[in-house]
Structures are given as structure tokens and as C-alpha cells.
């Protein structure tokens, strides 16, 4: 069955990681663009994440997914934005129905690991099973590709 690899990421970081994931799965990747783009300043991004996150905004998104219920796997990729998913990757689980389905969770920080966004992700889909992360320090570095195969392999022999 095919895999499906949503993700957001505003540095490239995530898609990297992401892009990885479907060469190595051969499965349908999704990139969640916000309809309104982040500022291209890092100090303005910042600022206004943490705002979002704060209360809880969730920007809309010009992608539109066709038969997410097709997918049993799904990918989920977000960069750590103040401890958190990014406020795009929150709106993508406010908006599908990922119940009976299994998540598995990567994320690109900048030093905090995955801090509270797998417990997150798990408190948005409740119905899902969350199977093991993948943290990477921001581009993952010359490791990158054999981490993300070790891990793709555990997630899929887990599942
Ligand atoms: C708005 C914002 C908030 C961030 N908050 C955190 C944080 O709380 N902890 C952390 O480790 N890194 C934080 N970072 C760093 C990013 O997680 C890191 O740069 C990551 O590699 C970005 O992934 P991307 O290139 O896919 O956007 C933050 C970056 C941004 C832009």
C-alpha cells in the first residue's frame, strides 16, 4: 500500500527530509503551503508563529489533498516551531480525518528535539496510532540519508 508524505517546512530542512522519504517509499508526497506565506525574515516568522501558536491559529492552506482515506501511512513531517508543529501542519490535522490511520511523525528542530510535538500530535488525532519519530538537527548533515533509511525501515517493519 502506498504511503503518503505531508509536510510543512518554511527553511527547506523538513522537505529535504521529506523528499527523501519518497524516494526511498516511492510514496505520494504533499507539500502544505499557507495561503498567506511567512515573512522570508526569520525574526518576523518567529514573531508571528509565536502569536499563532499562543492561540491556537490555524492559517488556511492552499493544498488541497485528494483520498487521504487511500493512504494507511502517512508521513508526517514538521519543522519544531516553538515546541510545537507548525501552525500549517496544524491546520492539515484539523482538516482530515486521520482516524485508523498510522502517523509516523519527522521533524527537523534547531536544537530542542521534538519537545512537545509528537504529544501534540497525538492530542490532535486521537483516533490515529503514532508510531516512533524521526528528530534531525535542522538539515541532518552528511548522516541524513542513512538515517532516514534506517528509520523509514523500523517504521515500516513496526507497522
Ligand atoms: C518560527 C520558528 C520557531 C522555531 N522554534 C524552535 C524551537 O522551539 N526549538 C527548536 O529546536 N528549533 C526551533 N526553530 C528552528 C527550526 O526548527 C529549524 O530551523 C528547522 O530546521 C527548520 O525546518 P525547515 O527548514 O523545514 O523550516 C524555530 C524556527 C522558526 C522559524
Not at 517509499?25 to 503551503?33: K, N, Q, S
Not at 510545537?84 to 527537523?108: E, H
Amino acid at each position: 500500500m502506498k504511503a503518503l508524505i505531508v509536510y510543512y517546512s518554511w527553511s527547506g530542512n523538513t522537505r529535504k527530509i521529506a523528499r527523501l522519504i519518497q524516494e526511498i517509499t516511492g510514496g505520494d508526497i504533499v507539500e502544505l503551503v499557507p495561503e498567506r506565506p511567512y515573512p522570508s525574515s526569520y525574526r518576523e516568522t518567529v514573531e508571528q508563529a509565536k502569536g499563532e501558536i499562543k492561540t491556537g491559529y490555524k492559517p488556511p492552506l492552499k493544498t488541497k489533498i485528494e483520498g487521504v482515506e487511500k493512504y494507511d501511512v502517512i508521513f508526517l513531517g514538521t519543522p519544531n516551531w516553538w515546541g510545537t508543529v507548525a501552525p500549517p501542519v496544524a491546520t492539515f490535522l484539523s482538516q482530515y480525518d486521520l482516524s485508523g490511520k498510522k502517523i509516523a511523525p519527522f521533524i527537523s528542530h534547531g536544537g530542542g528535539g521534538k519537545q512537545r510535538i509528537v504529544e501534540d500530535i497525538k492530542r490532535m488525532c486521537p483516533g490515529s496510532k503514532v508510531l516512533m519519530e524521526l528528530a534531525v538537527y535542522y538539515d541532518g548533515g552528511r548522516d541524513l540519508e542513512r538515517v532516514v533509511s534506517d528509520w523509514v525501515r523500523k517504521v515500516l517493519e513496526s507497522n
